[in-house]
């Protein structure tokens, strides 16, 4: 396997299988597992794929949105802000009701 010097680092150089491997598996891969799987840093895996204009599908980017949305309805961390928000409305409408008596 060939490598490159940069900034007194020897790089690693890409293969044609790597980079065969990361133009079938990254639209649709968690990019750590690709890391994990080439056997390279996730920072590599991101500057090759972006080198490349490699870019995650919509299915599985609305798969990554839909898993967060569960995880944080869960938590109950909705229902939290939206307690917290009325709270905070209901304590100015109070303010504004007594600053109004004071005149």
């Not at 133009?23 to 994990?36: G, H, I, M, N, S």
């Not at 204009?53 to 869960?74: D, I, Q, V």
């Not at 939290?80 to 009325?86: D, E, P």
């Given at each position: 396997?060939?490598?490159?010097k940069a900034?007194?680092?020897?790089?690693?150089?890409?293969?044609?299988?790597?980079?065969?491997?990361?133009?079938?598996?990254?639209?649709?891969?968690?990019?750590?597992?690709?890391?994990?799987?080439?056997?390279r840093t996730?920072?590599?895996?991101?500057?090759?794929?972006?080198?490349?204009?490699?870019?995650?599908?919509?299915?599985?980017?609305?798969?990554?949105?839909?898993?967060?949305?569960?995880?944080?309805?869960?938590?109950?961390?909705?229902?939290?802000?939206?307690?917290?928000?009325?709270?905070?409305?209901?304590?100015?409408?109070?303010?504004?009701?007594?600053?109004?008596?004071?005149?």
């Open positions: 396997m060939s490598t490159k900034k007194g680092k020897v790089a690693k150089l890409w293969t044609k299988a790597e980079i065969a491997t990361l133009r079938k598996e990254y639209p649709k891969t968690d990019t750590k597992q690709l890391a994990k799987k080439l056997k996730l920072e590599a895996v991101r500057f090759q794929a972006k080198k490349r204009r490699l870019k995650k599908t919509k299915s599985y980017m609305e798969s990554l949105y839909s898993a967060a949305r569960k995880t944080t309805t869960k938590k109950g961390t909705a229902k939290r802000t939206v307690k917290r928000t009325a709270k905070k409305t209901v304590k100015k409408t109070a303010k504004k009701k007594v600053s109004r008596k004071r005149r």
